[in-house]
């Protein structure tokens, strides 16, 4: 491509069509294709974009075209099978290649730092070699000694000079003064680290080494495989195992869990089951810390990588294998921003342009996964008891209406957290409401603490003394009386600090530990929780649903789920699903161990049909059904959804647009619009929030009007004054 007339190059912004330059000045002669980073003029501003491609010639008049100013790789940091991965994504997603380009990249690359690791290494320069060749320098002999040395090794970096003599760094000096040795950046390349299996794992059970089996069977190729296990029946160890296969044929395997903070467990089995270099992807993690995981990758260093989200997007070399663990979760969802993709989705497309196998594991499948295990899409590999011959615990229902309940927890909830605790088990109480109280009451008139960003209640934390929304973060002193009476306020609901304030009344001499967002404060705060747990040092564990998702706590028996009706009457025609995975998932927590486990659900519906299907026919039974529903409502996955949304300062600048967007549309057969209707929650963060609902039976009738309608909106006057974003199969619905 270097002797292009043009080259095409997309810059991280909100446009849909590439930029035309013409070739570097300099004519450095480096080579140039797609996917490597460059740096152009763009206006007043110098910017970094990629090249996608190039062209004979340009729409664009050749005396308006500028050159490239700097190419900043050797080599793409996109190869190809990754930019046509990114370029499908676009066009899928209906998004601007740029900012999908740009989301594949860390921080500190899209700002132009190198690919890969650099060091500073001293060289003879040319005027060295001459003097070296002369005899200089006659009079300082130990400077001459490390000029040959230095001439010999064809350089030396930092870390190494101390090897060459005690006064090597005062010597090297006075060669850089008089301009014999120089300075040089060039790839640091890290040590090979052989791959390969250091402990055995457990041996596997008639249905684990089935799933193994036949996994491999297609490890040159691509495969579908939806590996649906009973929580406790050994997921995990199906994928070290495969995982182990990929890297004894010299290839790397591509692990993507859904919060990677909430799953230090997973990465010490990987860490303490191989060696081999393992590179972590999270958004944890610091710009540099990205970046190194990035390079680890990108080099080939790294031959386990694992991550969460944007990790799909990561530069693994010589790829063998993609594993999606807890699939369903909705956090492989990108809900916010520009670019909302679906990182389980992207694998399964990865995976199969890669002719890889990709494995989509979980307790509690998504019904779009089932739906395609049903119809053939993907192979289904079943994990229906637990390993170790653990038994799956028991599960009740605890009827609200007629039991005595005590800031939340109900009597028999009490008794058994007892009962449990003597027998020397532990607990997990199980409330996915943070913060101490969810309302603040004036019972004399009625007033509640309302955040007046949005239409949202202030949550009360009892013990920092304040108020604080959830929502867009607003925080304010928690008030001693009703600032609209003067009467005394009465926090109202139960949060975990709540909970945990009662258990700590009820049982005072029994360890606990809380795991929730305000309990996490930093670095290495779940490990402790999670490690407290598993010692033992702790015995009752409150938390919300940051405890469903990838721990192992063997000595947990009782599992309490308080306040399991949240989900039941939603507008959201997923919520159903959402709680009896969350239900299901946190009850695995209980019994996982030699001791047989109890989960007892706190209701005020106990025949609600959700919660007698779950208890009568477990989660697959509960699936057929609502899956059946599903069919005769016309949702996903028997239907295709896009939604527009958008937010503006005033409620009718958000409708405003979105109505200006229906007119536009011409709407072809199977394709139909719902709305627009303002957000369940219209005001939040100070902004309103609206919806466009786009739904059709046909997906490839649904993109082809997506493809048209979108452009067109994009132009419409009343676009300039909302914040707007188009998601392909969203997973939440206002």
Known sequence: MSRAAVWRVVLDMPLRRPFDYLPPQDASGKPVRPGVRVRVPFGRQRLIGLVTGEAASSDIAPERLKPILEVLDAEPVLDAAMLALLMWAAEYYHHPLGEVLAAALPKALRLGAPASAMRKVWVVSEEGRAALLSG??????????????????????????????????????????????????????????????????????????????????????????????????????????????????????????PEIGLTPQLVGRFRERFAASLALLHSGLTDGERLDGWRQAFTGHARIVLGTRSAVFAPVRALGLIVVDEEHDASFKQHEGGFRYSARDLAVVRAQRAAVPVVLGSATPAFETLYNAAAGRYQRLSLPRRTAQAQAPRLGLIDLRVNAVQAGISTPSIDAIRRHLNAAGQVLVFLNRRGYAPTLLCTACGWTAACEECDARLTVHQAAGRLRCHHCGADAPLPECCPQCGFALRPVGQGTQRIE????????????????????????????????????????????????????????TLVVVLNADRGLFSTDFRAPERLAQTIVQVAGRAGRGDKPGEVLIQTEFPDHPLLRSLLAAGYDGFARTALIEREQARWPPFSRLAAVRDSAKSAAAALAFLTDARHLARLPPKVRLFGPVPAAMAKRAGRYHAQLLIESSDRGALHRFLDSWVSQIEQLPSSRRVRWALDVDPLELF
């Open 501 to 556: 304030e009662k258990l700590e009344e009820l049982f005072p001499d029994v360890p606990r530990v809380r795991l929730d967002r305000d309990a996490v404060r930093g670095r290495g705060d779940i490990e402790a929780a999670v490690q407290r747990m598993v010692s033992g040092d702790a015995r009752i564990l409150i938390g919300t649903q940051m405890v469903t998702k990838g721990h192992d706590f063997p000595n947990v």
């Open 136 to 257: 200089e320098p006659r009079r300082a002999p130990q400077q001459r000694a490390l000029l040959q040395q230095l001439f010999e090794r064809k350089g030396c970096s930092a870390e190494e000079l101390g090897a060459l003599g005690p006064n090597a760094r005062a010597h090297l000096r006075s060669l850089v003064h008089r301009g014999w040795v120089a300075a040089i950046d060039e790839p640091l390349i890290p040590a090979a680290v052989p791959a390969q299996t250091q402990a055995q794992g457990f041996a596997l059970n008639a249905e684990q080494h089935a799933a193994v089996a036949t996994i491999s069977a297609s490890l040159q190729s691509f495969g579908a495989y939806l590996l649906h296990g009973i929580t406790g029946s050994g997921k995990t160890e199906v994928y070290l195992h495969l995982v182990a296969r990929v890297l004894a044929q010299g290839r790397a395997a591509l692990i993507l869990v």
